[in-house]
Nanobody, 122 residues
Framework: QLQLVESGGGLVQPGGSLRLSCAASGFTLDRYAIGWFRQAPGKEREGVLCINRNGGKSNYADSVSGRFTISRDNAKNTVYLQMNSLQPDDTAIYYC???????????????WGQGTQVTVSS
């Protein structure tokens, strides 16, 4: 069964950090571009960051520039989202998605994880 599983979410105070993981089972991530998305309550889902098969990165949310980074470890079949200087507006369910293609996209992904909740609050 092809599956993506996110982990690492939780409750953090403003200014804190979290690292989300996106682990694949049933397929190898090195053939996929991987995107991180988020959906806050009452808002549409938005793209955050994406990493292509060669490690090139795309930023889809100006609000995370300089605070969030994406990386991949193909040996562990995992992609990470490092989130620093978290703010209450970052509160959302975070999803990872895999796109069987070289490059990144704001849409058109083949597999999605179930999401992990990130809550930024004092």
């Amino acid at each position: 069964q092809l599956q993506l599983v996110e982990s690492g979410g939780g409750l953090v105070q403003p200014g804190g950090s979290l690292r989300l993981s996106c682990a694949a089972s049933g397929f190898t991530l090195d053939r996929y571009a991987i995107g991180w998305f988020r959906q806050a309550p009452g808002k549409e889902r938005e793209g955050v960051l994406c990493i292509n098969r060669n490690g090139g990165k795309s930023n889809y949310a100006d609000s995370v520039s300089g605070r969030f980074t994406i990386s991949r470890d193909n040996a562990k079949n995992t992609v990470y989202l490092q989130m620093n200087s978290l703010q209450p507006d970052d509160t959302a369910i975070y999803y990872c998605a895999a796109r069987r293609a070289y490059g990144c996209s704001r849409s058109d992904y083949d597999y999605w994880g179930q999401g992990t909740q990130v809550t930024v609050s004092s």
